[in-house]
């Protein structure tokens, strides 16, 4: 028996999703266990003394930092409302770039230091604010030595501290950035709170023009998961998956998403049981998911929370896609957060809802009821065009993974070509004020009569939206689609922040100027914005930007095309991209080397992995069962032929021809795998290795693929090995 029917057969076996995971009665509201496992404002009002107490609102409202006083009276604090609720070990909790988080655990008790006395459970200010994990062996990029092995996690202390639960017990989780001995950034969340506070900086500056009793401008975020679930049995008997995230092989369903029905359909039961599971747990960690559904591609689901202040907002999502793992894993189910884990199909991606909010509460891209008029609004809104027409390499870079070049301009992703949607609304506002500065421009959003009794009528908004733009606007916020499905949206979040600084920043100094020759506030603005405007105007499109056309007439406004990771990561190393970073002290030039190194590294890791994996699907599943299914054919065409059925022998022959054919270019397009993959490791830069594996390696794995996904049609069924899409898309 393959392992394939081993798995469905395990499957056939478990109980009934209703036997399994009966129904619990009406649920808790998530009102009643919401950020229970948080140390919360609320929370720190019982366990902090009112001076502790208001010294960490203001570090986490205004940035401001804790002193040593407090953060002792915070370390007990935390102790007691940590072991009040069963917790044994705290652990800073920080990400590294590797793309995910890391946590090493340490124990609260503190064994006695006089013989023959008790140990107590202890938590000191200096435990809270420094540890000190090995940095060698995490990716540096060439900034430490192998022997430099010392590093330090230092306590965030604006994102909250939460309890995380597991069978063994809970754990204190500590948000920290994590940096080297010489204090370089070796984590995503140390440039991300460098880039948030630049933001807030120039931003406040620019709202003075406006209200000059703003104080802080925090940057939001809302992200949307997109995800796959398997049965984890499917999952096992596919080591791609295992391996590397997605399937190098497969053949495609005959049923795939071209019917178009399994998008907001209803959810399957025992999916929805994970679903239900998981939100719960989502919520006692303080991570405020709010919706979910049926994505487009099926076994493709989706999950949302409410909009957060960015860097808690950051830390949740990483937070949730390792609870939704471990839950899964109570479901008998996987989750695949690999941007595209299966040919044909809806990728996967993490839609960035990107806005701007001062301390006041004021949405500073909502465009009220008039936009042509709203110069606060057209002041921000610009200015982010600005920053994305200048700096649109940039954002590239920051999603540039192998993953992501799976899916970045098919199946609902955006292409990788970077470009703005505004809507033809206020592409027609841009236009006008360019022209002529402030200007009314009505927008066609008159309700719209159904001709349906008991219907209320359909309240138009200003625009349509754009699901092939990359960056489209959409209502008061930018989304960033391109963002992929495994990824940390820290890296994009910290390049849009630092671009939208810098354009802030020379957009002020421009506007001063004008004043100081002699031009009214309002003069100063107008002016200036109409020339970053017309400007700006060369990163939209509102178009399919799908399209032919479309990427010549980006070739044609000088817009990147960068296809391969190594193409988009270039711009890295150019002076200009090492200056916007170094200016705003986001990246030193050595970090931001080390960076492309890591990219490159990682890219040049992942194909290497992929191209090993498939040599052991080959070897250990494709060819065993081909070769089991042509001694099976080639047999009975010799029955064939002693029984006289001479056509029916002829038509065995032919079908065995042609699967021999595939098989005997499979295996020579393997051994060409083996020869590509062993040169490019022998190149002479990072850069070159990469470049290779894209141009040579990667194309000569979809060909192998292509020939194994027509044997996969041509075998007999019981003889092939691997699980199928149609068992891995639909069996629930």
Known sequence: MTIRYSALDAIEAVLPVADRFPTLGPLPKASDHFGENVFHLTAMRDYLSESAYLEMQAAIQHGQTVSGQTAEAVAEGLLKWATDRGATHFTHWFQPLTGGVAEKHDSFYKPAIVPGELGIEAFSAAELLQREPDASSFPHGGMRGTEAARGYTLWDPSSPAFLLETRNGRTLHLPAVFVSYTGEALDHKAPLLRSIERLNVAATAVCHYFDPEVRRVAATLGWEQEYFVVDKKLYNARPDLVLTGRTLLGAPSPRGQQFEDHYFAAIPERIQHFMVDFEREAGRVGIPITTRHNEV???????????????????????????????????DLRVLFHEKPFA????????????????????????????????????????VLQALNRHEAVLRAAIATAGNEHRLGANEAPPAIISAFTGSHLEEVLHRFVQHGPTSVAAATDDRELGIRGIAPLALDATDRNRTSPFPFTGNKFEFRA???????????????????DQLVAFKVAVDGRVERGATIEEALVAELRVQAADALRIVFNGDNYSADWYAEAGRRGLSRHATTPQALAPLATAEVRDLYARHGIFSARE???????????????????????????????????????DGQQAQALRFADLGMTDAADHVKARLGHVFGLLRETQELEHRLHLETEAAHHLPTPAAVADAFAETVKPLGEEIRRRVDQLELLVEDGQWHLPKYRELLFLR
């Open 297 to 331: 591609a099926p076994g493709q689901y989706e999950c949302a929370p409410m909009f957060e202040e960015l860097n808690p907002a950051v830390d949740h999502n990483l937070l949730l896609m390792d609870v939704m793992q471990r839950v899964a894993d109570r479901h």
């Open 344 to 383: 044909g199909v809806n990728g996967s991606g993490k839609h960035n809802n990107w806005s701007l909010a001062t301390n006041k509460g004021k949405n500073l891209l909502s465009p009220g009821k008039d936009p042509g008029t709203n110069l606060q609004f057209l002041t921000f809104f610009v200015n």
């Open 483 to 501: 963002v992929g499905g495994g990824a940390s949206c820290s890296p994009a979040m910290t390049a849009l922040n630092v671009m939208v600084a």
């Open 592 to 630: 931001l080397d080390a960076r492309l190194h890591i990219q490159l590294e990682t890219y040049i890791k992942v194909l290497d992995l992929e191209a090993r994996t498939l040599d052991q699907l080959l070897d250990s599943h494709v060819y065993p069962a081909v070769n089991a299914y042509l």
